[in-house]
């Protein structure tokens, strides 16, 4: 029976789990005694169940004919038609919101943009602060498994760095996976391996909020959007939790997770056998989380002698931890902003420019984590081949070292790192463009724009002065929609879809 299940077609069995998860808000719902809710969840679910079986039915012994595509059209198909089902039960439970809200709510809880049109958290219950939370779990994890499955056979997703291709979506890469193993067998091999790892480290952050003395759902949403990158709260973040600081500081650990798959996997022949610490992506993130904290500090201990305000080691201390915190936060694209970043903003008089944490924002975590951005591994490539120029400029007739792997990063893995570098960019000037047309401001677009691409929703709030998305008009609010699926498929995957190589059969 299960065999049969997993032979369906992939956004079927996407379809599936959705409408099973939503059984645990109308648990949560029925003990809280919230019937309208508990009603409306668990009809979607026995509805949309029973849609899916009968679909099931229809397409079972259906085998595609290029599987490599049929998986990729699925995953686009999963950001953008799943939301339409997820968002019905949200919308009959809310009430007294627009259907358009709910499917934008959801877009941005799939994508683990973590963007919201609901301002004030007290207007939604538990059980729907838990349904937006598990749906931006759900997406960590669907992204975590489709990476390595999907994407990384096909040299996307920022593993063309690695190999070094100068093509993405090509014919050879589809008939690497089809060698290789068929990708429905992909999927579920990494499924069963990953799921243990991602649930136990869900589990262990909610139990140690927990014990720091967060209430359980506060506990079990921050746990569960911090795995998934997401900053999905029902407190309106950690600024809003009982377990302060040290609730912040445990937060900041699991943040590791978002900087390189090597913390939770070690399935890449290239990079698999070199030591943590030695991993680029770490390094580079450990370098962004200490240069920037410092510079922030030193400019804010400027600040404070030039204001002539009294000096005290915790005041310090708070403004420090305050940076160290939100920047690894942003730089992972979770958007957590730390009880003391208003401490870091306000210690030396000076306000901290939002530039810096849409910066963070754009460079993102790692390739084939939950992280969105630029990823650290492409910035490393980028910085490896600056660095060899910079040399040849010294010594034009020097001999690069390093290793053939390095040496390929500093040469292929650059070009198609640059290549989406340029991607990316005119992504941004066309989706400012298409916010300018709906009537948004240069500034806010800018801040809307980065935050929708980076899939860091927070950051509107944070970066844009109190920017609020449920200001937006409707054109608006599809377009940052778009722009979030866009954001985490990234262009190379959607120009691969656009490949007539990828069409030939």
Not at 253 to 275: C, M, P, V
Not at 281 to 287: A, K, L, S, T, Y
Not at 292 to 297: E, I, K, S
Request: aromatic share 10%.
């Amino acid at each position: 029976m299960l065999a049969r299940i997993l032979s369906l077609p992939l956004i079927l069995i996407l379809t599936g789990i959705g409408a099973l998860a939503m059984f645990v808000p109308a648990g949560v719902a029925t003990a809280t005694r919230d019937w309208d809710t508990a009603r409306a969840f668990f009809y979607g679910a026995l509805i949309f169940l029973t849609f899916t079986a009968m679909i099931g039915v229809v397409t079972a012994g259906h085998s595609p004919k290029n599987p490599a595509r049929s998986h990729l059209l699925a995953l686009l198909a999963a950001f953008t038609a799943l939301p339409l089902m997820l968002a019905v039960p949200f919308y009959e439970s809310v009430g007294n919101t627009r259907y358009l809200n709910a499917y934008f709510e959801m877009v941005s809880s799939l994508t683990t943009t973590g963007a919201t049109v609901f301002d004030d958290p007290m207007r939604l219950s538990d059980a729907e602060h838990l349904w937006r939370a598990l749906v931006g779990w759900m997406g960590g994890f669907l992204i975590w498994v489709t990476a390595i499955a999907i994407l990384a056979p096909l040299n996307l997703g920022g593993f063309e760095v690695l190999s070094g291709a100068r093509s993405v979506g090509s014919g050879s890469g589809i008939d690497q996976i089809t060698r290789i193993a068929d990708p429905a067998l992909r999927l579920q091999r990494y499924a069963a391996a990953l799921l243990p790892i991602y649930g136990a480290l869900t589990l262990g952050l909610w139990v140690g909020l927990l014990i720091l003395g967060d209430s359980p759902l506060v506990a079990l949403c921050h746990a569960m959007s911090t795995l998934a990158t997401s900053g999905i709260s029902p407190v309106g973040g950690t600024t809003g939790s009982e377990s302060g600081v040290g609730g912040e500081f445990l937060i900041f650990l699991f943040f590791a997770f978002a900087l390189s798959r090597k913390t939770f996997a070690r399935d890449n022949a290239e990079f698999g056998r070199t030591r943590l610490a030695g991993d680029p992506e770490i390094r580079m993130g450990v370098f962004c989380a200490v240069a920037v904290p410092a510079l922030l500090f030193l400019r804010h201990w400027a600040g404070a002698l030039e204001v002539d305000a009294a000096e005290s080691f915790w005041q310090g201390m708070q403004a420090l931890w305050g940076s160290i915190f939100t920047v690894l936060s942003f730089l992972s694209t979770t958007g957590f902003e730390s009880g003391d970043w208003e401490a870091a903003r306000s210690w030396s008089g000076l306000a901290t420019p939002g530039l810096i944490l849409m910066g963070l924002a754009l460079i993102g975590g790692g390739v084939a984590t939950t992280a969105g951005g630029v990823k650290l591994l492409r910035i490393y490539a980028l910085y490896k081949h600056g660095a060899r120029e910079l040399e040849r400029l010294v010594h034009p007739n020097s001999v690069g070292g390093s290793g053939q792997t390095e040496r390929s990063l500093r040469r292929q893995g650059a070009y198609v790192a640059w290549i989406f570098f340029m991607l990316f960019a005119i992504s941004i000037a066309a989706v400012m463009l298409a916010l300018s047309l709906a009537g948004i401001g240069f500034d806010d677009a800018v801040v809307l724009t980065i935050a929708a691409l980076s899939t860091t929703g927070p950051l509107a709030g944070v970066a844009g002065d109190g920017l609020s998305y449920a200001a937006l008009s409707d054109p608006a609010k599809l377009i940052l929609a778009a722009s979030m699926v866009l954001g985490r498929l990234e262009t190379l995957a959607i120009i691969a879809l656009l490949n007539p190589e990828f069409w030939r059969g």
